[in-house]
């Protein structure tokens, strides 16, 4: 049975009569001319969008600009009945996906050189740009969020238990370590924040936070030492700053990646992660080495430091890594070996001092 | 008499459709917008590019000309395509910028100055250079009567013409925007082609000069009054001083209202433009007219304008409460601060149910049923001409966010 339909040959944009059929595979299209086409039924799509309210059903046939439109209910059922892909898939362009893994590839490298080349550059031109005072300042805005976020209160007081500027004993100690011969002197403040946490942070301008939890491992002032010198190592060596950037880099990537248009989970990916230690084990060396001068220079005895870290891997493998900021930390066996003098003239921290700062968040 | 008889009183005979139509449902396009945003929440926002072009084949599928609708058949691969481009292209020439910015910063102020210009230019231009693109993705894109739409003409040059304009229209205070517009537009128009039939604009600027001046003229006019009053009539006159500024006189209440002023009024201009440049435009033998109304279109606006409002109010408002918890105020700890930013990303991912279906969808529907062409036979003559389209997706566009949907 033959119905009316209206034909559009892709070439002119001028519409002819037509009448059409389902015959074996093909739909046969009548045209005015004497002209007869043949669609194979299989290659015949719906030409609008599920969401399209047109008023005829309309045809397309892939591969082609050809249109076809229904002009009565019975050739839109007869249709319906004998084309098994009216929803399929549309043309099918072959090679589509290559400049996917072409243009993929060239943004991963242009990233690849991003991060490994150019931010770390950006970041040592912006701890030089930035006067330190400044970066000083700005850093010390974190540690009240820190402290609310990973401190715990007592007793009506706060969950910051000192800090350098106002406790002399700590004071002391921070000065002893300072590195010395750097004009301006480097600024640092070391803070004490209640808190089981086993760990000790550098933040960017010079401030090291120290939780008091650390404070209740450590066995010595020597280890406390340590465990400050290499967070000053990470402070000289501009580590904080570092992966600042690189931070706020990786979240404006991604923010543009995925569309994000507020900048929101920028600015909170970047709050967060300010916190979490993520040096690489270079970083680390770097630290560490400097921390070993820096305790030299002090007269305390660098072993402490090594001691510390062993004891600290110790108490991870029996927690099953429940401290995994340490985890891109040197072995301990690296450490022990890499330290191999003493101070000429030792000086330990005096018994006084150690008490007021081992016993600093028990008042 | 007899004929008038024939016909059954109350009936009149089936009139011919528009030739214009707009067949649209705000339901379907609500529940497509509701789907989309799902899916890109899913996906963290990578289905924006599918997204984009299911909202795109709604539009255009419903518009139907002559009885046959607009067919949209873009990908969203391509679009994806063409964002991994700018990634590729736009982080290195970021990174170039910022890096020649640290440079220059810590050598001459001026040098520093000059190089943030001369950037702020390339960005203008780039701008402008990834319209011309989109617009020819988009008409590329584009199938009515199985024939393919296109625009011709480079986006470089295109670019360029613009940013002349743009400093044309700092240099004289914007007294030169309809001649920009109408040159601009007639650039584009003129290069666009349905088949192998080019369209035409015939135009003058000073044609739109009047409605022009009326919209920058009122404004600057009660702006000055108002400069004028406050520096005539200043604190002393105890009637015309407004209480919570008593520094201030009344006149000064001028001039934000010119500045709403000028807004509104600048709606009114950009409608009478558009009917205007809708009646130059030419095709073979057909003339276009479009009785497009600002009236009629208040209510989307207006919702746009409070959308607007809201969307600053809540990022505003996000800003005040992080500000006071990071200050350790009302013991609002850090994890109370991330509420905000969570408001403002549910408020940004479901804002699309509102622009689509309610906002887009009025406009795009007034626009549509409001035009008409003299001639629509003129059309009956295009042929199919070769393809000579974009490979891949309108990129910078997208990355610049610029172009409506």
């Not at chain 2, 030739?19 to 996906?43: A, Q």
Request: some cysteine; overall charge positive.
């Amino acid at each position: 049975m033959r119905f009316a339909a209206s034909y559009l040959d892709g070439q002119s944009a001028r519409g002819q009569s037509a009448e059409v059929e389902v015959e074996g595979r093909f739909l046969s299209l009548y045209l005015p001319d004497g002209g007869r086409l043949g669609w194979p039924l299989g290659d015949i799509r719906y030409a609008d969008p599920p969401e399209a309210r047109p008023r005829n059903l309309r045809l397309r046939r892939i591969g082609t600009d050809e249109r076809l439109t229904l002009l009565s209910a019975e050739a839109e059922e007869a249709v319906r009945a004998a084309c098994p892909d009216l929803r399929g898939r549309g043309d099918s362009r072959h090679g589509v996906w290559r400049p996917v893994l072409l243009w993929g590839g060239g943004a991963a490298v242009s990233l690849a050189l991003l991060f490994w080349f150019f931010l770390p550059a950006l970041a040592g031109a912006l701890a030089d740009a930035i006067p330190q005072s400044l970066t000083h300042r700005l850093g010390g805005r974190l540690v009240p969020q820190i402290a609310q976020a990973f401190g715990t209160e007592s007793g009506g007081k706060g969950a910051v238990c000192a800090d350098s500027s106002d406790n002399p004993a700590l004071a002391a100690l921070t000065d002893r370590l300072r590195p010395p011969l750097t004009d301006p002197p480097l600024l640092l403040e070391v803070w004490v924040i209640r808190s089981p946490i086993v760990n000790a942070v550098a933040l960017p301008g010079g401030h090291v936070i120290v939780f008091s939890g650390l404070l209740d491992f450590v066995e010595s002032g020597d280890e406390l030492a340590g465990v400050l010198a290499h967070e000053i190592g990470h402070v000289v060596s501009r580590h904080p700053i570092e992966i600042t950037v690189e931070r706020a880099a990786v979240s404006a990537f991604f923010g543009l990646f995925f569309g994000d248009i507020t900048g929101g989970t920028m600015l909170g990916g970047l709050a967060s992660s300010l916190v979490g230690n993520a040096y690489s084990r270079d970083m680390e060396r770097q630290a560490d080495e400097i921390g070993v001068e820096l305790m030299l220079n002090g007269g305390l005895d660098p072993h402490a430091l090594a001691r510390f870290f062993a004891r600290l891997d110790k108490k991870q493998g029996r927690q099953e890594k429940a401290m995994a900021f340490f985890s891109t930390h040197p072995t301990s066996a690296e450490r022990r070996d890499a330290i191999q003098a003493v101070p000429l003239h030792p000086r330990p921290i005096p018994e006084g001092d150690w008490k007021i700062i081992k016993n600093i968040c028990k008042k | 008499m007899d004929n008038a008889v024939e016909t059954p009183a109350g009936r009149t005979p089936p009139a011919e459709p528009p030739f214009v139509e707009f067949t649209g449902r705000r339901g379907p396009l609500f529940k497509l917008v509701l789907k989309n945003i799902l899916l890109n929440v899913v996906t963290l926002g990578i289905f924006r590019f599918w997204a984009k072009t299911r909202v795109r084949r709604y539009f255009w599928s419903n518009i139907v000309i002559g009885g046959e609708p607009l067919e949209y058949t873009g990908r969203g691969l391509e679009l994806l395509i063409g964002f991994l481009i700018v990634l590729v292209v736009l982080v290195p020439l970021s990174l170039l910028q910022s890096g020649l910015d640290l440079l220059l910063q810590s050598g001459s102020f001026i040098l520093a100055g000059a190089f943030n210009v001369v950037y702020l230019a390339v960005f203008l231009y780039l701008i402008q250079f990834a319209l011309f693109r989109m617009w020819r993705y988009r008409l590329t894109r584009t199938q009515w009567r199985g024939i393919r739409f296109g625009l011709d003409g480079s986006a470089f040059r295109y670019a360029g013409r613009a940013f002349l304009w743009m400093i044309a229209q700092m240099a004289t205070l914007g007294v030169v925007t309809p001649w920009a517009n109408v040159d601009l537009m007639r650039y584009k128009v003129r290069k666009v082609h349905f088949g192998d039939t080019q369209f035409g604009l015939e135009g003058r600027g000073r044609d739109l000069l009047k409605p022009w001046l009326i919209t920058m003229g009122i404004p600057l006019v009660i702006g000055i009054a108002g400069v004028a009053g406050m520096i005539v009539a200043p604190v002393a006159r105890s009637s015309t001083a407004i209480w919570p500024l008593p520094q201030f006189s009344a006149w000064g209440l001028l001039i934000p209202l010119a500045g709403f002023l000028f807004w509104g009024l600048w709606f009114w201009y950009r409608v009478q433009e558009f009917r205007y440049l809708v009646g130059c435009v030419r095709f073979g033998g057909a003339e276009f007219h479009s009785e497009a109304q600002l009236r009629k279109m208040l209510p989307a606006l207006l919702l746009a304008v409070a959308l607007f409002f809201v969307m600053w109010l809540v990022i505003g408002g996000a800003m005040v409460m992080v500000v006071y918890a990071t200050r350790g105020g009302g013991g609002l700890t850090p994890a109370a601060a991330f509420v905000p930013f969570l408001l403002i990303f549910v408020f940004v991912i479901l804002s699309p149910l509102v622009i689509y279906p309610v906002i887009m969808f009025s406009i795009i529907r007034h626009i549509w049923t409001t035009l008409s062409v003299s001639d629509s036979a003129a059309f009956d003559a295009a042929a199919q001409a070769p393809e000579r389209a974009p490979k891949f997706g309108e990129g910078l566009a997208d990355a610049f966010d610029v172009g409506a949907f």
